[in-house]
């Protein structure tokens, strides 16, 4: 009964790199949620996801950023062109439904930008 | 514009004695309040929730207030253990989001 699978758990890229980062919601979990954790700062909503539909992403910086949730396979947030200010610790979460309490969280992605 | 703070980072309690974690939000409409422990390279880990109609919610040795009019929210650990050192966050759900305070890290001192 693996939990939100997130891998990798590090990530280095150099400036201007692509980072792809992903995320295996729980078994019958359909909804993806990716929050991102600055240094000294709490954590913040990104984006919400369902199967192959982007419900919500109200937190996503408007240039360089995508996620998705395909019918098949892992969501992916993908930032472009990475510059130092991404680097963060990236964590996905996943509900079985609207999360009314606290669900899941994966181990998260430790991106560093150098 | 953080909505929901944690103005503690740190706090250090005795085992065995009470431990106190506090947070304030700015947002009336948040219908759900909840507090979050993680431990260094997890994710953080479900702890307890609050629906904006209680005050009070008890698990074991977790209890969680609620004062509305103060727009503040607070943790009580008792007893507290070393297993319990890790960071807390609070949280608050609005819509599809969560809002997640910049957390406590708590130490009990055996």
């Known amino acids: 009964n693996a939990g939100v699978m997130q891998n990798p758990r590090h990530l280095v890229r150099r400036r201007g790199q692509e980072a792809r980062l992903r995320c295996s919601p729980m078994k019958g979990h359909s909804h993806v949620y990716w929050y991102r954790q600055l240094p000294e700062e709490g954590l913040k909503f990104m984006v919400y996801l369902q199967k192959e539909n982007i419900i919500d992403e109200s937190g996503m910086p408007k240039e360089r950023f995508s996620a998705e949730f395909p019918k098949e396979g892992p969501s992916i947030l993908r930032i472009q062109q990475v510059v130092r200010g991404d680097s963060a610790a990236y964590f996905c979460?996943?509900?079985?439904?609207?999360?009314?309490?606290?669900?899941?969280f994966g181990s998260g992605t430790r991106l560093t930008v150098v | 514009d953080q909505q929901v703070k944690q103005n503690s980072p740190s706090l250090s309690v005795q085992e065995g004695r009470i431990s106190i974690l506090n947070c304030d939000y700015t947002?009336?409409?948040?219908?759900?309040f909840l507090w979050y422990k993680k431990y260094p390279a997890e994710g953080p880990t479900f702890l307890i929730s609050i629906s904006s109609i209680k005050d009070k919610n008890e698990d074991g040795r977790f209890t969680v207030f609620l004062n509305k009019s103060a727009k503040h929210l607070s943790l009580h650990i008792v007893p507290s253990q070393p297993g319990d050192s890790a960071v807390y966050f609070c949280?608050?759900?609005?819509?599809?989001?969560?809002?997640f305070g910049t957390g406590t890290s708590l130490t009990v001192i055996p």
């Open positions: 949280a608050a759900i609005s819509g599809n989001q969560f809002y």
């Open positions: 947002n009336s409409m948040f219908d759900y």
């Open positions: 979460a996943s509900s079985a439904q609207r999360a009314n309490y606290g669900y899941t």
